[in-house]
């Protein structure tokens, strides 16, 4: 018996979709709060894949957090576009499937898309990424114009 | 489901420390089983493996990039991860091997030779 669950591919990118599907992943985490320990990642799985992004602020940089396990970094794909930044990728099976039988699969194989608009300019050209652990962290300068400044009093 | 329920009924276990299940897939060839098991921010050193009767359990503790500055959205669940399953008896507990990339933990548990599939020859 096989369990495999079905997304078609191209389903997957269509961006004004992950509008909603944001939507809906942020109203399921409100209701999961007091049940998060139990139900924490069942109520995900046929939903598709939305990796859990974390955004930090300090004086220089924007940086990004995004949860990824078992990704190679050449399918990960990272793009800034009009002060949003955006990642996506593909997750393929690592595993050749030659004549092996898929008993139980929880994992979500397939494509996924995140964006996020950032809360101030950044500098393009010196955004930087790595990519430990499945945790790809994007850490994104802030332009040299929007950086907190001290203005002497003379 | 089942092993869902089992960690709540932990009680002492869960005073201490709290745990999510990760989502696994488990592929079976002809000599053995893979269990593949996803705790994003877990590296070897957060990784604790043990086998007990016929239960395999797999805990992974999370490292987390230090990041300075103020968190203006977040969505990552601070929880490390556990899971355990119960294992074939066919499988080998003494041959069961493991490794971790990026996040992913990979399990082989190779059946024991007796069981394997084989011909019989006819005379």
């Known amino acids: ?154 | 489901m089942n092993t869902l329920t089992r960690e709540n009924r932990d009680g002492d276990r869960m005073q201490t420390e709290q745990f999510v299940a990760p989502p696994a897939s488990v592929t079976e060839a002809g000599d053995g089983y893979t269990l593949e098991v996803e705790m994003p921010g877990v590296n070897k050193d957060g990784l604790d493996i043990s086998v007990e009767n016929n239960e395999i359990m797999i805990v992974g503790r999370r490292s987390f990039p230090v990041v300075e500055g103020t968190l203006i959205h977040h969505e990552s669940h601070p929880e490390n991860f556990r899971r355990t399953f119960e294992l074939d008896p066919s499988i080998d507990a003494n041959k069961i091997s493991a490794r971790v990339e990026q996040g992913l933990v990979t399990l082989t548990l190779p059946k024991a030779e007796h069981v394997k599939p084989r011909k019989i020859a006819v005379s």
């Open chain 1, 1 to 154: 018996m096989t369990l495999i669950r079905y997304q078609a591919p191209e389903l997957a990118p269509w961006s004004a979709a992950d509008r909603w599907s944001n939507l809906r992943d942020e109203l399921n985490s409100f209701f999961e709060l007091p049940f998060r320990s139990s139900f924490g990642r069942t109520g995900q799985l046929f939903t598709g894949w939305s990796p859990a992004l974390d955004l930090y602020q300090n004086n220089d940089n924007v940086v990004a957090v995004v949860e990824l396990p078992g990704m190679r970094k050449e399918d990960i794909e990272i793009s800034l576009h009009d002060g949003t930044l955006t990642i996506n990728g593909e997750r393929r099976r690592e595993s050749s499937s030659n004549g092996e039988k898929a008993d139980r699969t929880e994992r979500y194989v397939g494509s996924f898309r995140r964006s996020i608009a950032l809360p101030t300019r950044v500098d393009a050209g010196k955004v930087s990424a790595t990519y430990r652990d499945g945790i790809l962290t994007v850490t994104l300068p802030k332009a040299e114009e929007v950086k907190p400044k001290q203005i002497q009093v003379s």
